[in-house]
């Protein structure tokens, strides 16, 4: 009975593997509830920010330390502001367990800026891999000593998934914080796409020997 209790250790242990990953991974593809999204994003920011603090210590570039600067400082700020917002929601009688009223009716259109048609910025959701380490701190205690370009690479796609969950959320949600929210998510986000993709492209990633 016993002889290969080994072989049912290693399968056991690999369903739980493979069930931990595709939940992980559904975060990327399934369609949040306006708690899981404001869940999410807190967890997406916290994973920004931390390496975003990390990365202070190793870039040298003056334009890089200004953008991790502005970052950590917004991204903390929006934590902050969905923290609240769950425990508001709590108190709040008028909201039922997803944050959305069931009393009025928001406009779910997607308003476009230009922000939305500047490279490498789309108006659709994107095909970007969307990795669910994005959304876990674990995934991203190895990453202390990143260069530059290994920072941009890693956290276009990072912003970009964020980006693509705030149009899906505006979708479904009827909950105006949750809508306020994910536009200012979106095009806040956009941005810093923009600036570190250009920033990626150009020759001039100069280091200061002051910094």
Same mark, same amino acid.
């Given at each position: 009975?016993?002889?290969?209790?080994?072989?049912?250790? !290693?399968?056991?242990?690999?369903?739980?593997?493979?069930?931990?990953?595709?939940?992980?991974?559904?975060?990327? /593809?399934?369609?949040?509830? !306006?708690?899981?999204?404001?869940?999410?994003?807190?967890?997406?920011?916290?994973?920004?920010?931390?390496?975003?603090?990390?990365?202070?210590?190793?870039?040298?570039?003056?334009?890089?330390?200004?953008?991790?600067?502005?970052?950590?400082?917004?991204?903390?700020?929006?934590?902050?502001?969905?923290?609240?917002?769950?425990?508001?929601?709590?108190?709040?009688?008028?909201?039922?367990?997803?944050?959305?009223?069931?009393?009025?009716?928001?406009?779910?259109?997607?308003?476009?800026?230009?922000? !939305?048609?500047?490279?490498?910025?789309?108006?659709?959701?994107?095909?970007?891999?969307? !990795?669910?380490?994005?959304?876990?701190?674990?995934? /991203?205690?190895?990453?202390?000593?990143?260069?530059?370009?290994?920072?941009?690479?890693?956290?276009?796609?990072?912003?970009?998934?964020?980006?693509?969950?705030?149009?899906?959320?505006?979708?479904?949600?009827?909950?105006?914080?949750?809508?306020?929210?994910?536009?200012?998510?979106?095009?806040?986000?956009?941005?810093?796409?923009?600036?570190?993709?250009?920033?990626?492209?150009?020759?001039?990633?100069?280091?200061?020997?002051?910094?």
């Amino acid at each position: 009975m016993f002889d290969n209790i080994e072989y049912y250790i !290693d399968v056991i242990i690999e369903k739980a593997t493979n069930k931990a990953t595709n939940k992980a991974t559904n975060i990327c /593809n399934m369609q949040l509830t !306006d708690d899981e999204y404001i869940n999410h994003m807190i967890t997406h920011n916290e994973v920004a920010v931390y390496m975003s603090v990390n990365h202070l210590q190793n870039t040298k570039n003056p334009i890089i330390l200004d953008i991790l600067r502005s970052l950590i400082t917004t991204q903390n700020y929006e934590i902050n502001l969905m923290k609240s917002s769950k425990i508001t929601n709590k108190t709040n009688p008028e909201l039922n367990d997803e944050m959305s009223r069931n009393d009025i009716t928001m406009d779910s259109s997607y308003r476009y800026t230009l922000g !939305d048609f500047t490279k490498p910025n789309t108006p659709h959701l994107s095909n970007v891999f969307c !990795d669910p380490g994005f959304f876990t701190m674990s995934h /991203n205690k190895n990453l202390h000593n990143m260069t530059d370009t290994m920072y941009i690479e890693h956290m276009i796609p990072h912003h970009q998934v964020a980006v693509d969950i705030s149009r899906k959320i505006l979708q479904t949600t009827n909950n105006d914080f949750i809508i306020n929210l994910a536009y200012n998510i979106i095009h806040s986000q956009q941005l810093e796409i923009t600036n570190l993709y250009y920033l990626l492209q150009s020759k001039n990633m100069f280091i200061s020997n002051i910094l």
